[in-house]
């Protein structure tokens, strides 16, 4: 099992940025991947930004140069930090986590934090 807690979300006007971070309940190196994903209202939840095995890092193409992915491995803890906000990035953003077991893969979700960009 992981919990996974995020904190960080909030309003920020266009243009402005925002941490995001996401505490894991057990380390992070026992974690097959972590990262984000979003929601926004009447839209499907789309990948945001993942550290994969190998520590590889991958981003969705709209985020590419504002947001960096990056983590501390004694906090078990990612962050997510958003600079250059448009209002398109309004979503609900969620912490996501894969363990992959002898035989299953197990999707862990976070609560979700708000991040409203104002024009």
């Known amino acids: 099992q992981v919990q996974l807690v995020e904190s960080g979300g909030g309003l920020v006007q266009a243009g402005g940025s925002l941490r995001l971070s996401c505490a894991a309940s057990?380390?992070?190196?026992?974690?097959?991947?972590m990262g984000w994903y979003r929601q926004a209202p009447g839209k499907q939840r789309e990948l945001v930004a993942v550290f994969t095995s190998g520590s590889s890092r991958n981003y969705a193409d709209s985020v590419k140069g504002r947001f960096t992915i990056s983590r501390d491995n004694a906090k078990n803890t990612v962050f997510l930090q958003m600079n250059s906000l448009k209002p398109e990035d309004t979503a609900v953003y969620y912490c996501h986590a894969v363990t992959v077991g002898a035989t299953s893969e197990y999707v862990y979700w976070g609560q979700g934090t708000q991040v409203t960009v104002s024009s």
């Open positions: 057990r380390s992070i190196f026992s974690i097959n991947a």
